[in-house]
C-alpha cells in the first residue's frame, strides 16, 4: 500500500486524539504562513487585459480602423471596431486557459473551514488554517488542506481531481486517538485538498497547507515556468526568428510592389500589415507554454508530480533510466524469510544478535523488519554505536547487558561481517556459498555476529576482529506490481535501464531475472568501494545492474552515461542522492520516502515511488511532445497558404485577398484549433521508440519536405481559387468568398487528418469552424458584411474536395511522422 510522509518537524507536539490548537499554539504556527494554495486572482482581469494588449492582431484592428476612418470609410472602420469584442474575449478565454485559471483552479477549493480552536468549534476562511488544526468535513465538501483523517467511519472521497480516477476512493481514520502522529500514513489515511469527501463526516488534522500540497504544487508547477531555456524552447525561438524574418522581408518586398503598381500608400501600407499579421508566428511560443502546464497536470494523474514545468518537455526525451533497486522497483518492505544459525546458535539467538546490532529509530527497513521479527529487546544499556556506512559495510553497536558484560554485536553485508569472525577459510567460503544461494533466488541476506568487549577495550572504537559468527539472515523484498511490464515497455522503445543497488551481486541479478531486465543473462557489474564508475563500466558496455555502489560512484554512472550522449533520468531518495539528482537531465525524487532535500533538488516527484510511474511518465512527456508537433503542423499547414495567398495575389495586381475582417476571422480559428484541439490526444499504441540524435528538434528533414510541399499545395489550391472565381467580370467578392472557403476547409481537413477527432474538443473546433463558414458566407446579410459572395453549387463542390484531398493527405502525413518520430 503507498504511503506518504509526515513531516512532524512542522507540527506542534501532539497525538491523533480530537484536541485542538490554542491561540498561542496558532501564532506559533502561524510562521509556516497562509493556505493559499491557488494565488489570488482578485487582479485577474487586469492581467488579461494587459497581456491581449500585447495581442499584435488587437493593434493591427486599431491601425487600420484608423486608416479607413481616415480615408472615410467610416462602415469599414466601425466593422473592424466591433470585430475586436470577438478576438478580445478569444484572448481572455485562451488566456485563463492557458494560465491554469485561478477561479477555476480555486473552485475546487474549500473556501471556509469548521476548526477547534480553545475547545470551541469555529468557522473560518481556509486561508488562515494551519499545520496542527483539527478540521470537520461533511459529505460533499472539499478538503481544505491535506491533512490526516483522524476521525469518523465509512468516509469515501471523489479523488478525480488529483488522479482522474472517477470511482470514489475508500478513506480509513487513524487510530487509537490516544497514540502519537505516525511518521507516515497509508494514501487511504490522508485527505488531500481539492478533493471532496462523498460519504461520512470526517475529521481531520491538517499537515501541509498553501503550495505545499500537492494541489498547490501542481498549480504552481503549471503556472510558473523554468527560467532556463531548454533545447526545444530554443527551438522553438530559432523558428519563429525565421519565420519573423521571412516575414518582414515579404511585407517590405510587397509594399514597395504595391507602390510600383502606383495603388498609393494606404493601399500599400494595408497590404504590408495585413501580410504581417497573417505571417506573425506568435501562436507556437503560446502553444508550447499552455501544452507545458496541460502536461503537469496530465502527469500528476499518472502519480508524477512535477515542480518544475520545462521538465514535462525533457521527462519525454529520456533515454536512459538510473533507477534504485529497493522502494522503486521492488515494494522496499523487507520481510525476514529464512535463519540460518551459525553451531551453537538457534533461530531466535542469530535474530536477538541481528537486532541488537540495528536501531529501531533509523528508519531502514531492514532494521525495522528486524525489530518487527523480535519484538522487545532484552534488558541491557546502550554504550556506543557505529552506524553502517559505505565504505564499511557493516553497523556495529556496543551493549551493557544484564549481566553487567559490555558485548559488541555487528551485522552488514556478510562477506564484511565474515572478515572479522575467527573461521577457517573451508568455513568462510561455506558461509559464502550459501549467501550465494541466497541471493541467487533473490534474496537480501546479512550476516551478524557478536564478541565480548575485553577489560581495556575502549568504547569508542569499533572493534575489527575477534567476532563469533552467528549466521545468516535472509529478506524479501517483493517486486513491485506492473514493473516487469515497464521494463519490457523500455526495452521495446530502446530506452536503456540499468538498476543500482548497494545489495549483492547475486540478489541483484536474481531481482534483474524477475523484472526482465537483460533477459535471463542479465551483465552485473560490481563496483569496490574506490572504483571509478566510469572507468569499470565503459562506454557502451550494456550493464544492467551495478552491484555493491556508493552514491559517488552513483553520480559518476550519470556522468559517463552523459558523456555517451544519454539523456538520464535518475531516482534517488536520500540526502546522498542529491548531487546525482541535480546532475541528472531528469531527477526522480521518492514522495513517499524521500528525504526533504532530495525531494526539492528533483524536478519530478514520484507520488507511488514506483518504477512504472516513471515509465508512464515518460510516455505521458512523450505524447505531449507529439500533441506539440501535431498541434506546430497545424499552424504551419494553415499559415503557408494564408501568407502566400496574402502576399502572391497583390504582387500580381490584384485587389487583397484577405482584408482585415477576415484576417481576424481566420484568427478566430486557427488560434483556438491550435491550442485546444490537439492538446488532450491520448496515446495510440506502445511507448515509441527513443531517439538519440543529440538535439531537440521537432521535424525530420523529411517531414520539413513533406510539410513545404503540402503547404505549398494548399496555397496552390487558395490562389487558383481566387483566380478561378474572379472570373472576367472581375467579382472580387465571390473571388474572396471561394479563397477563404478554401483555406477554412483546408484549416478542417488538416484537424481531422491530425486528429483523428478522437476528441470531443476537435470535434467541436471542425464544427465550429465549418459552421462559420456556412453562416458568413452563404447568409447574405453576413455576407455582404464580411465584403464577400455567396458561392455555387459547383463552388462548393470544388471547396468539399480540397477538403478531402486535404485530409486524407493530413492523415498519411501524420503517419508517416508517427512512424520516423524525430
Same mark, same amino acid.
Given at each position: 500500500?503507498?504511503?506518504?510522509?509526515?513531516?512532524?518537524? =512542522?507540527?506542534p507536539?501532539?497525538?491523533?486524539?480530537?484536541?485542538?490548537?490554542?491561540?498561542?499554539?496558532?501564532?506559533?504556527?502561524?510562521?509556516?504562513?497562509?493556505?493559499?494554495?491557488?494565488?489570488?486572482?482578485?487582479? +485577474?482581469?487586469?492581467?488579461?487585459?494587459?497581456d491581449?494588449?500585447?495581442?499584435?492582431?488587437?493593434?493591427?484592428?486599431?491601425?487600420?480602423?484608423?486608416l479607413?476612418?481616415?480615408?472615410?470609410?467610416?462602415?469599414?472602420?466601425?466593422?473592424?471596431?466591433?470585430?475586436?469584442?470577438?478576438?478580445?474575449?478569444?484572448?481572455?478565454?485562451?488566456?485563463?486557459?492557458?494560465?491554469?485559471?485561478s477561479? +477555476?483552479?480555486?473552485?475546487?477549493?474549500?473556501?471556509?473551514a469548521?476548526?477547534?480552536r480553545?475547545?470551541k468549534?469555529?468557522?473560518?476562511?481556509?486561508?488562515?488554517? /494551519?499545520?496542527?488544526?483539527?478540521?470537520?468535513?461533511k459529505?460533499?465538501?472539499y478538503?481544505?488542506?491535506?491533512?490526516?483523517?483522524v476521525?469518523?467511519?465509512?468516509?469515501?472521497?471523489?479523488?478525480?481531481?488529483?488522479?482522474?480516477?472517477?470511482?470514489?476512493?475508500?478513506?480509513?481514520a487513524?487510530?487509537?486517538?490516544?497514540?502519537?502522529l505516525? &511518521?507516515?500514513?497509508?494514501?487511504?489515511?490522508?485527505?488531500?485538498?481539492?478533493?471532496?469527501?462523498?460519504?461520512?463526516?470526517?475529521?481531520?488534522?491538517?499537515?501541509?497547507?498553501?503550495?505545499?500540497?500537492r494541489?498547490?504544487e501542481?498549480?504552481?508547477?503549471a503556472?510558473?515556468?523554468?527560467?532556463t531555456?531548454?533545447?526545444?524552447?530554443?527551438?522553438?525561438g530559432?523558428?519563429?526568428?525565421?519565420?519573423?524574418?521571412?516575414?518582414?522581408?515579404?511585407?517590405?518586398?510587397?509594399?514597395?510592389?504595391?507602390?510600383?503598381?502606383?495603388? +498609393?500608400?494606404?493601399?500599400?501600407?494595408?497590404?504590408?500589415?495585413?501580410?504581417?499579421?497573417?505571417a506573425?508566428?506568435e501562436?507556437?511560443?503560446?502553444?508550447?507554454?499552455?501544452?507545458?502546464?496541460?502536461?503537469?497536470?496530465?502527469?500528476?494523474?499518472?502519480?508524477?508530480l512535477?515542480?518544475?514545468?520545462?521538465?514535462?518537455?525533457n521527462?519525454?526525451?529520456?533515454?536512459?533510466?538510473v533507477?534504485?533497486?529497493?522502494?522503486?522497483?521492488?515494494?522496499g518492505?523487507?520481510?525476514?524469510?529464512?535463519?540460518?544459525?551459525?553451531?551453537?546458535?538457534?533461530?531466535?539467538?542469530?535474530?536477538?544478535?541481528?537486532?541488537?546490532?540495528?536501531?529501531?529509530?533509523?528508519?531502514?527497513?531492514?532494521?525495522?523488519?528486524l525489530?518487527?521479527?523480535?519484538?522487545?529487546?532484552?534488558?541491557?544499556t546502550?554504550?556506543?554505536?557505529?552506524?553502517?556506512?559505505?565504505?564499511?559495510?557493516r553497523?556495529?553497536?556496543i551493549w551493557?547487558?544484564?549481566?553487567?558484560?559490555?558485548m559488541a554485536?555487528?551485522?552488514?553485508?556478510? &562477506?564484511?561481517?565474515?572478515?572479522?569472525?575467527?573461521?577457517?577459510?573451508? &568455513?568462510?567460503? @561455506?558461509?559464502?556459498?550459501?549467501v550465494?544461494e541466497?541471493?541467487?533466488?533473490?534474496? =537480501?541476506?546479512i550476516?551478524?555476529?557478536?564478541?565480548?568487549?575485553?577489560?581495556g577495550?575502549?568504547f569508542d572504537?569499533?572493534?575489527?576482529?575477534?567476532f563469533?559468527?552467528a549466521?545468516l539472515?535472509?529478506?524479501?523484498d517483493p517486486?513491485?506490481?506492473?514493473?516487469?511490464?515497464?521494463?519490457?515497455?523500455c526495452?521495446?522503445a530502446g530506452?536503456?535501464?540499468?538498476?543500482?543497488?548497494?545489495?549483492?551481486?547475486?540478489?541483484?541479478?536474481?531481482?534483474?531475472?524477475?523484472?526482465?531486465?537483460?533477459?535471463?543473462?542479465?551483465?552485473?557489474?560490481?563496483?569496490?568501494?574506490?572504483?571509478?564508475?566510469?572507468?569499470a563500466? +565503459?562506454p557502451?558496455d550494456?550493464?544492467?545492474?551495478?552491484?555493491r555502489?556508493t552514491?559517488?560512484q552513483?553520480?559518476?554512472l550519470?556522468?559517463?552515461?552523459? @558523456?555517451?550522449? &544519454?539523456?538520464v533520468?535518475?531516482?534517488?531518495?536520500?540526502?546522498?542522492d542529491?548531487?546525482?539528482?541535480?546532475?541528472?537531465?531528469i531527477?526522480?525524487?521518492?514522495?513517499?520516502?524521500?528525504?526533504?532535500?532530495?525531494?526539492?533538488?528533483?524536478?519530478v516527484?514520484?507520488?507511488?515511488?514506483n518504477?512504472?510511474?516513471?515509465?508512464?511518465?515518460?510516455?505521458?512527456?512523450?505524447?505531449?511532445?507529439e500533441?506539440?508537433?501535431?498541434?506546430?503542423?497545424?499552424?504551419?499547414?494553415?499559415h503557408?497558404?494564408?501568407?502566400?495567398?496574402?502576399?502572391a495575389?497583390?504582387l500580381?495586381?490584384?485587389?487583397?485577398l484577405?482584408?482585415?475582417?477576415?484576417?481576424?476571422?481566420?484568427?478566430?480559428?486557427?488560434?483556438?484549433?491550435?491550442?485546444?484541439?490537439?492538446?488532450?490526444?491520448?496515446?495510440?499504441?506502445?511507448?515509441s521508440?527513443?531517439?538519440?540524435?543529440?538535439?531537440?528538434?521537432?521535424?525530420?528533414t523529411?517531414?520539413?519536405?513533406?510539410?513545404?510541399?503540402?503547404?505549398?499545395?494548399?496555397?496552390?489550391?487558395?490562389?487558383?481559387?481566387?483566380?478561378?472565381?474572379?472570373?472576367i467580370?472581375?467579382?472580387?467578392?465571390h473571388?474572396?468568398?471561394?479563397?477563404?472557403s478554401?483555406?477554412?476547409? @483546408?484549416?478542417?481537413?488538416v484537424?481531422?487528418?491530425?486528429?483523428?477527432?478522437?476528441?470531443?474538443?476537435?470535434?467541436w473546433l471542425?464544427?465550429?469552424?465549418?459552421?462559420?463558414l456556412g453562416?458568413?458566407?452563404?447568409?447574405? /446579410?453576413?455576407?455582404?458584411?464580411m465584403?464577400l459572395?455567396?458561392?455555387?453549387?459547383?463552388?462548393?463542390g470544388?471547396?468539399?474536395?480540397?477538403?478531402?484531398?486535404?485530409?486524407?493527405?493530413?492523415?498519411l502525413l501524420?503517419?508517416?511522422?508517427r512512424?520516423?518520430?524525430?
Amino acid at each position: 500500500m503507498s504511503h506518504r510522509r509526515v513531516p512532524l518537524d =512542522k507540527l506542534p507536539t501532539m497525538r491523533i486524539g480530537d484536541a485542538g490548537l490554542s491561540a498561542l499554539e496558532v501564532e506559533a504556527q502561524r510562521r509556516h504562513g497562509f493556505n493559499d494554495i491557488v494565488a489570488d486572482a482578485t487582479s +485577474g482581469w487586469f492581467v488579461v487585459a494587459r497581456d491581449t494588449a500585447r495581442d499584435p492582431m488587437l493593434w493591427f484592428l486599431v491601425l487600420t480602423a484608423g486608416l479607413f476612418g481616415l480615408l472615410g470609410q467610416v462602415t469599414e472602420s466601425l466593422t473592424l471596431l466591433v470585430a475586436m469584442v470577438p478576438l478580445l474575449g478569444m484572448d481572455a478565454y485562451l488566456h485563463r486557459r492557458t494560465t491554469a485559471s485561478s477561479a +477555476g483552479l480555486a473552485s475546487r477549493l474549500a473556501s471556509s473551514a469548521r476548526v477547534l480552536r480553545d475547545g470551541k468549534w469555529l468557522d473560518i476562511p481556509s486561508r488562515e488554517l /494551519v499545520p496542527g488544526d483539527l478540521v470537520e468535513v461533511k459529505a460533499g465538501e472539499y478538503f481544505p488542506a491535506d491533512g490526516l483523517l483522524v476521525g469518523g467511519s465509512e468516509l469515501q472521497a471523489d479523488e478525480s481531481t488529483l488522479t482522474g480516477e472517477s470511482l470514489p476512493v475508500p478513506k480509513q481514520a487513524l487510530e487509537p486517538p490516544e497514540a502519537a502522529l505516525p &511518521e507516515s500514513a497509508a494514501e487511504a489515511q490522508w485527505g488531500t485538498a481539492g478533493t471532496r469527501l462523498l460519504t461520512g463526516q470526517a475529521r481531520l488534522r491538517i499537515i501541509c497547507i498553501g503550495t505545499d500540497t500537492r494541489y498547490g504544487e501542481i498549480v504552481r508547477s503549471a503556472t510558473e515556468g523554468g527560467h532556463t531555456s531548454t533545447p526545444l524552447q530554443k527551438a522553438i525561438g530559432q523558428l519563429v526568428a525565421t519565420l519573423l524574418g521571412m516575414a518582414i522581408v515579404m511585407c517590405i518586398v510587397l509594399a514597395g510592389t504595391r507602390l510600383w503598381q502606383g495603388h +498609393g500608400w494606404i493601399d500599400a501600407l494595408l497590404s504590408a500589415v495585413t501580410l504581417a499579421v497573417a505571417a506573425l508566428p506568435e501562436e507556437f511560443p503560446v502553444v508550447y507554454t499552455f501544452f507545458l502546464g496541460v502536461g503537469v497536470f496530465r502527469l500528476a494523474r499518472r502519480k508524477a508530480l512535477v515542480r518544475r514545468a520545462v521538465a514535462v518537455e525533457n521527462i519525454g526525451r529520456v533515454t536512459c533510466i538510473v533507477s534504485d533497486k529497493t522502494g522503486t522497483i521492488t515494494a522496499g518492505t523487507l520481510v525476514l524469510a529464512h535463519r540460518t544459525p551459525a553451531h551453537g546458535e538457534d533461530d531466535d539467538s542469530v535474530l536477538r544478535v541481528a537486532t541488537l546490532a540495528a536501531r529501531p529509530d533509523s528508519g531502514d527497513p531492514l532494521d525495522q523488519a528486524l525489530h518487527s521479527a523480535l519484538g522487545r529487546l532484552p534488558p541491557a544499556t546502550r554504550l556506543s554505536q557505529f552506524p553502517f556506512t559505505e565504505a564499511r559495510r557493516r553497523e556495529t553497536v556496543i551493549w551493557r547487558l544484564a549481566d553487567g558484560d559490555p558485548m559488541a554485536f555487528t551485522k552488514g553485508a556478510p &562477506e564484511t561481517v565474515l572478515s572479522t569472525c575467527e573461521l577457517t577459510g573451508a &568455513e568462510r567460503a @561455506a558461509w559464502l556459498d550459501r549467501v550465494e544461494e541466497y541471493a541467487r533466488s533473490g534474496h =537480501k541476506v546479512i550476516g551478524c555476529a557478536h564478541r565480548e568487549v575485553r577489560v581495556g577495550e575502549p568504547f569508542d572504537v569499533e572493534p575489527d576482529g575477534g567476532f563469533r559468527f552467528a549466521g545468516l539472515l535472509a529478506f524479501e523484498d517483493p517486486v513491485r506490481e506492473g514493473v516487469r511490464e515497464a521494463i519490457g515497455d523500455c526495452m521495446a522503445a530502446g530506452i536503456r535501464v540499468i538498476m543500482v543497488t548497494g545489495d549483492h551481486p547475486a540478489t541483484a541479478e536474481a531481482i534483474a531475472r524477475e523484472i526482465g531486465l537483460g533477459g535471463e543473462a542479465p551483465r552485473v557489474v560490481v563496483l569496490a568501494p574506490d572504483d571509478d564508475a566510469a572507468r569499470a563500466l +565503459g562506454p557502451h558496455d550494456g550493464t544492467h545492474v551495478v552491484a555493491r555502489a556508493t552514491p559517488p560512484q552513483k553520480l559518476a554512472l550519470v556522468q559517463a552515461l552523459q @558523456a555517451e550522449g &544519454e539523456l538520464v533520468a535518475v531516482t534517488g531518495d536520500g540526502v546522498n542522492d542529491v548531487p546525482a539528482l541535480r546532475l541528472a537531465d531528469i531527477g526522480v525524487a521518492m514522495g513517499e520516502r524521500g528525504t526533504r532535500s532530495a525531494r526539492e533538488v528533483a524536478p519530478v516527484v514520484l507520488l507511488d515511488d514506483n518504477f512504472r510511474t516513471i515509465v508512464d511518465a515518460i510516455a505521458e512527456g512523450r505524447q505531449l511532445f507529439e500533441n506539440l508537433r501535431l498541434s506546430f503542423v497545424y499552424l504551419l499547414l494553415v499559415h503557408i497558404p494564408l501568407v502566400i495567398g496574402a502576399a502572391a495575389i497583390p504582387l500580381m495586381n490584384l485587389p487583397l485577398l484577405f482584408q482585415p475582417i477576415h484576417v481576424v476571422w481566420l484568427e478566430l480559428v486557427i488560434h483556438p484549433t491550435a491550442m485546444l484541439a490537439f492538446q488532450d490526444l491520448p496515446r495510440t499504441g506502445p511507448l515509441s521508440p527513443v531517439s538519440r540524435k543529440g538535439r531537440a528538434r521537432f521535424f525530420s528533414t523529411g517531414a520539413w519536405l513533406a510539410i513545404g510541399l503540402f503547404g505549398a499545395m494548399l496555397s496552390v489550391a487558395v490562389v487558383w481559387s481566387y483566380l478561378h472565381a474572379l472570373g472576367i467580370d472581375r467579382n472580387v467578392d465571390h473571388a474572396r468568398g471561394m479563397a477563404l472557403s478554401v483555406l477554412l476547409m @483546408a484549416s478542417a481537413g488538416v484537424t481531422i487528418g491530425l486528429t483523428s477527432m478522437r476528441r470531443a474538443t476537435a470535434r467541436w473546433l471542425v464544427a465550429g469552424t465549418l459552421a462559420s463558414l456556412g453562416l458568413l458566407v452563404q447568409m447574405p /446579410v453576413l455576407s455582404r458584411w464580411m465584403n464577400l459572395r455567396p458561392l455555387h453549387l459547383i463552388d462548393w463542390g470544388l471547396v468539399a474536395a480540397v477538403g478531402g484531398v486535404t485530409c486524407v493527405a493530413t492523415l498519411l502525413l501524420a503517419s508517416r511522422m508517427r512512424r520516423h518520430s524525430s
